[in-house]
């Protein structure tokens, strides 16, 4: 019930093309959704993150979509960028735990 | 501002020893969380600590334990090494509650051979 999946372990998509990572969770009692951003050899940097109480999220290229009778949440990157190739991974926490739980990671490849 | 800072960088040790990593916040984060990410197995919660205390503890075996300083520094420290525990070991730091995430160190790289 704590877990958190995530897919695809791996995307490449073209310059310009739309970049799309799901996740899905089981325990409705989750109340804060992060997507963080992973360079090699560099800690996770959060990128945007989203609460239950809202559908969609959007800042600048980044998009969060909630679904919460699905249980499930999306980042979609618009206009992709070779930049933006990294390590995505997708969390969950309970505020009062004050611990994420993490999605396994998607490795994005964008190509030029 | 400096970021969340970790020490050493790489460390090498062999099955059986003690592995003491270190983390320093950023300056007025006064909660320090640790991860271990393995390859391929995503991040997993390790410990958290906020105002000198052990606050909330993941999956972990007793082995893995740690501690917080006045100043709000941390210890993690790895006893009996084993070599499933070769794994990149994260800190990061928040203002408590974290309404608004963590921000991470770089991370300590530990292999055990």
């Known amino acids: 019930q704590q877990q958190v999946k995530q897919s695809p372990q791996s995307l490449i998509v073209q310059k310009g093309g739309i970049s799309i990572i799901n996740c899905a969770y089981e325990?409705?009692?989750?109340?804060?959704f992060p997507w963080y951003q992973q360079f090699p050899g560099k800690g996770p940097a959060l990128l945007i993150a989203?609460?239950?109480?809202?559908s969609e999220k959007k800042e600048g290229r980044f998009t969060i979509s909630f679904n919460k009778s699905a249980k499930q949440f999306s980042l979609h990157i618009m206009d992709s960028q070779p930049g933006d190739s990294a390590t995505y991974f997708c969390?969950?926490?309970?505020?009062?735990?004050?611990?994420?739980?993490f999605g396994q990671g998607t490795r994005l490849t964008i190509n030029p | 501002e400096a970021g969340v800072t970790q020490s050493p960088t790489h460390l090498i040790k062999t099955r059986g020893q003690q592995a003491t990593l270190r983390c320093s916040p950023i300056?007025?984060?006064?909660?320090v969380y640790w991860y271990q990410q393995a390859l391929g197995l995503g991040l997993q919660f390790l410990l958290w600590?906020?105002?000198?205390?052990?606050?909330n503890r993941g999956n972990f075996p007793p082995r893995f334990s740690g501690r917080q300083f006045p100043n709000y520094s941390s210890e993690l420290n790895v006893n009996a090494l084993e070599l499933e525990d070769s794994a990149l070991y994260l800190c990061?730091?928040?203002?408590?509650?974290?309404?608004?995430?963590?921000?991470f160190g770089s991370g300590t790289r530990l292999t055990v051979v």
């Open positions: 990061a730091s928040s203002l408590v509650p974290a309404f608004y995430g963590y921000t």
């Open positions: 325990n409705t009692a989750f109340d804060y």
């Open positions: 989203i609460r239950p109480d809202v």
């Open positions: 969390a969950a926490s309970l505020q009062g735990a004050q611990k994420l739980v």
């Open positions: 300056s007025g984060h006064t909660s």
């Open positions: 600590y906020d105002e000198g205390e052990e606050r």
